[in-house]
């Protein structure tokens, strides 16, 4: 099993990035997208579930999107409104039967 986490970078404040994350070896049914700040813990920022279904954590919602194509095992963030308090590494995680598994991370930093 791998992800690959790829598409951060440095953007001005109120700009966009799409991250996305390759998988290999699970499918991507249930996915979601962390992220952690330096100094800070690994925090949930997105997610879909099976049915499609997407949740976000407060300090996102309506500026993030989730998705994700089956068929490609691919997943996505867009990533709208950016703020200096998004600067952090972006992890995607699979969940297959019961497991958990980590992409390597890609840095968002977001500048004033």
């Known amino acids: 099993v791998q992800l690959q986490a790829s598409g951060g970078g440095l953007v001005q404040a109120g700009g966009s990035l799409r991250l996305s994350c390759t998988v290999s070896?699970?499918?991507?049914?249930?996915v979601s997208w962390h992220r952690q700040a330096p100094g800070k813990e690994r925090e949930w920022v997105a997610r879909?579930?099976?049915?499609?279904?997407?949740e976000y954590a407060d300090s996102v919602k309506g500026r993030f999107i989730i998705s994700r194509d089956i068929i490609k095992r691919m997943v996505y963030l867009q990533m709208n409104s950016l703020n200096p308090e998004d600067t952090a590494v972006y992890y995607c995680?699979?969940?297959?039967?019961?497991?958990?598994?980590w992409g390597q991370g890609t840095q968002v930093t977001v500048s004033s």
């Open positions: 995680r699979v969940r297959y039967r019961g497991s958990d598994y």
């Open positions: 879909m579930l099976g049915g499609g279904i997407t």
């Open positions: 070896g699970v499918s991507v049914t249930v």
